[in-house]
């Protein structure tokens, strides 16, 4: 069997019979087996699952029905609630938590015929840049095991780099699906906020959290997103827009584009070898017909002060209803209900958790809620408007993902503020909900560096069509971190 690496290549090969979904799910299964014990990307399989699935798949081919995805192994981050399928979200206080219903958006890509190999680890909760966070254990970055994955979508990042399946499900609050692909050197798109329904994926930050594909190409990224996008009444914060078809767009020419080059994102504190990568990557969708203008974004500095009060305070929210009551680990021989509570809390979250509900609940709380939380919703509002009069002179606007190529494992563990400070390039796009992607740009020092594009709200088909005509040009998407080579 030779093994397809996008979804488009399966697709191909199931219709052509050189495989069936069952052998292609099994060749997974198998990888995912025998390559996990290093990488830790998956933290459980989901094989009689899978394999029923993907018999139903074979089925259906055979009687000429399958949906877009029919047989396409996939992961789901271990944040979207599945059926049948432990949902820990990375966390302790969820180990033993068996989903009784699917998330809307897993409902879609399996109702497409995409099949559950697994769930991809992650940082708790969703909460962090590095993969370090997990109850499961730290996930290595394919490309060199000694370094981080990124995170907070790690799992999905390397478990995609490794070829442990076609495509895997992210979330991203501030960042976790765009900095993971960038240090994996995978596409992944976080779509408009309110794309994609968050029902039924544990909540971290809600006014932030998006979900979307990580796959190899933007042409497969276009057909995941297509599939798991549209409004769903079961999410207040859904939008009620039509979902275009994003394949159909991505062949259109980029003559008369208009990119914006924010002097923000290139300037100190950017690594060199980053720098030099994103500017002959831009270069390059200039070669392809887009025309280059400067564009400012004043208020960037503040987006990762601002984040980091918004988030942990919707986050010191979300996660007051796991309290060993309701939900979540619950302590042994509680005295009383002042101790059921702290401990089954202390013992269920990881220190950054933990960290993190201390902050939120702080900015929170009476006397400096309008000092820290409404001054940080205040911030958030100009680096909207940032971004709003930014696209009245552009389409896109391209730039870095993160400061850095994956960093060694351990290396900021000690020093929170700088772990924050990798998402300088990512949260200010979060911030405001817009729709934005990394894609493979190159290598420095042999590891992948990203080139972020941020659309304009619901223009996620202009970033896949610039993303896809890059990678007509263009094979970093395809290098395999094994060989170096294409894959
Ligand atoms: N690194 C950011 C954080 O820790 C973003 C995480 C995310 O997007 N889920 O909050």
């Known amino acids: 069997m030779s093994t397809p690496v996008t979804i488009e290549g399966a697709l191909r090969g199931l219709a052509a019979g050189e495989y069936s979904s069952v052998e292609l799910t099994r060749h997974f299964l198998d990888v995912i087996r025998e390559r ?3 990488l830790n990307a ?7 699952i899978a394999i029923a699935q993907a018999e139903q798949a074979d089925r259906d081919r055979q009687a ?3 949906g877009p995805l029919a047989g396409v192994p996939i ?6 609630c599945t059926e049948g399928a432990r949902t820990s979200a990375g966390s302790k206080m969820l180990d033993n938590f068996v989903s009784p219903y699917s998330a809307t958006a897993v409902e879609k890509l399996t109702k497409a015929g995409a099949i559950m190999v697994g769930k991809a680890n992650m940082d708790e909760f969703a909460m962090g840049s590095s993969n370090e966070n997990s109850f499961y254990g730290v996930v290595r970055n394919p490309w060199q095991t000694d370094r981080v994955p990124g995170g907070s979508s790690g799992g999905s990042a390397a478990a995609v780099a490794a070829g442990f399946c076609l495509a895997a499900t992210g979330t991203d609050t501030g960042g976790s699906i765009r900095q993971p692909a960038s240090f994996c050197g995978i596409t992944g798109i976080k779509p408009t906020y309110g794309r994609v329904s968050r029902w039924g994926m544990i909540a971290y930050g809600s006014s932030l959290d998006q979900a979307g594909p990580m796959t190899r190409t933007a042409a497969d990224a ?4 297509q599939t798991m996008a549209g409004f769903d009444h079961r999410d207040s914060t859904s939008l009620d827009e039509p979902v275009p ?4 767009a991505l062949d259109q020419p980029l003559a008369g584009l208009r990119i914006g080059l924010c002097k923000e994102y290139l300037q100190d504190g950017l690594d060199s070898g980053v720098e030099t990568q994103v500017q002959n990557a831009i270069r390059e969708l200039e070669g392809l017909g887009a025309s280059l203008v400067e564009v400012s974004l004043p208020h960037t500095q503040y987006a990762v002060p601002a984040y980091y009060v918004i988030a942990p305070a919707e986050c010191s929210a979300n996660l007051s209803r796991f309290d060993g009551v309701r939900f979540g680990h619950r302590c042994d021989d509680p005295v009383d209900l002042e101790d059921l509570y702290t401990r089954s809390r202390s013992e269920g979250f990881g220190r950054e958790v933990r960290q993190r509900i201390m902050v939120g609940a702080f900015a929170l709380s009476a006397g400096y809620y309008d000092a820290y939380y409404r001054k940080a919703q205040q911030i958030r509002r100009l680096i909207k408007n940032d971004f709003i009069s930014a ?4 389409d896109l606007i391209a730039g870095p993902v993160a400061p850095s190529t994956a960093f060694p494992l351990g290396d900021m563990t000690d020093d929170p503020v700088a772990m924050y400070l990798q998402d300088i390039f990512t ?11 990394s894609i493979p740009a190159g290598f420095s020092d042999n590891l992948p560096v990203g080139l972020q594009l941020i659309g304009n709200y619901l223009d996620e088909g202009r970033m896949l069509n610039a993303a896809h005509q890059f990678q007509q040009r263009t094979d970093w998407h395809l290098r395999s971190p094994d060989t170096g080579e294409v894959s």
Do not use: C, Q, W, Y
């Not at 998956?42 to 009689?48: E, G």
């Not at 276009?222 to 997103?225: F, R």
């Not at 078809?245 to 159909?248: I, Q, S, V």
């Open 36 to 38: 996990n014990p290093v």
């Open 391 to 394: 696209f009245k002179t552009v």
């Open 64 to 66: 000429g029905r399958g």
């Open 245 to 248: 078809l994003f394949t159909e």
């Open 75 to 80: 992961l789901h981050k271990d944040i979207f």
């Open 42 to 48: 998956v933290i459980s399989t989901t094989d009689d």
């Open 222 to 225: 276009a057909l995941m997103l």
């Open 427 to 437: 949260v200010p796009s979060s911030l405001a909900g817009l729709p934005a992607m």
